[in-house]
Antibody, heavy 121, light 110 residues
Framework: QLQLQESGPGLVKPSETLSLTCTVSGGSISSSGYYWGWIRQPPGKGLEWIGSISYSGSTYYNPSLKSRLTISVDTPKKQFSLKLTSVTAADTAVYYC?????????????WGQGTLVTVPS | QSVLTQPPSASETPGQRVTISCSGSSSNIGTNTVNWYQQLPGTAPELLIYRNNQRPSGVPDRFSGSKSGTSASLAISGLQSEDEADYYCAAWDDSLNGVVFGGGTKLTVL
């Protein structure tokens, strides 16, 4: 059974860079066609798609975050990562990593448990 | 402001049927398939319906999805207390070149 686990600091200072890693277990990160993505949810609010990446490095980014965002993949380590620069309190959220069956799809078939990242105001 | 529009709340009594709507546009629901997610309190969302009306393995047939034009609906029949959750619709948006979500509907089982 595929499992995804987010890891990274729970507290990031304003103007600094938020960095998270998702470790994939129970399956291959290099399976053709799959994309690996990030979604976030501010406390008490709805879901926001951040972006996704294929094992070969093709990416889709949320246009509203694109200027601050980098998603990368490390296939030998079975990990993919998120970097969001110049964070503010508005970036406080639970961050989920996920697997999608393709690039241009909103079918998120596997989710990590989520990790809360707080940016104090 | 979410790209897809859902009612913020819905409620119904146990055993009854409830529907949740999701309205979009030609660049998302009008062109691409709709997915629905269930988020139980304090947990990660889970895929409930994909490709408009398909249920993943393990999802009861009490849950059904439909799509017409630029709108979609999730129906839950035989409502149970454990169905109390937040429900989100999502679709790919060709204009934004990304995933768009509805704002979520909080379902209360009275």
């Amino acid at each position: 059974q595929l499992q995804l686990q987010e890891s990274g600091p729970g507290l990031v200072k304003p103007s600094e860079t938020l960095s998270l890693t998702c470790t994939v277990s129970g399956g291959s990160i290099s399976s053709s066609g799959y994309y690996w993505g990030w979604i976030r949810q501010p406390p008490g609010k709805g879901l926001e798609w951040i972006g996704s990446i294929s094992y070969s490095g093709s990416t889709y980014y949320n246009p509203s975050l694109k200027s601050r965002l980098t998603i990368s993949v490390d296939t030998p380590k079975k990990q993919f990562s998120l970097k969001l620069t110049s964070v503010t309190a508005a970036d406080t959220a639970v961050y989920y990593c996920a697997r999608l069956p393709g690039g241009e799809t909103a079918t998120i078939s596997y989710w990590g448990q989520g990790t809360l990242v707080t940016v104090p105001s | 402001q979410s790209v897809l529009t859902q009612p913020p709340s819905a409620s119904e009594t146990p055993g009854q049927r409830v529907t949740i709507s999701c309205s979009g546009s030609s660049s998302n629901i009008g062109t691409n398939t709709v997915n629905w997610y269930q988020q139980l309190p304090g947990t990660a969302p889970e895929l409930l319906i994909y490709r408009n009306n398909q249920r993943p393995s393990g999802v009861p047939d009490r849950f059904s999805g439909s799509k017409s034009g630029t709108s979609a609906s999730l129906a839950i029949s035989g409502l149970q207390s454990e169905d109390e959750a937040d429900y989100y619709c999502a679709a790919w948006d060709d204009s934004l070149n990304g995933v768009v979500f509805g704002g979520g509907t909080k379902l209360t089982v009275l």
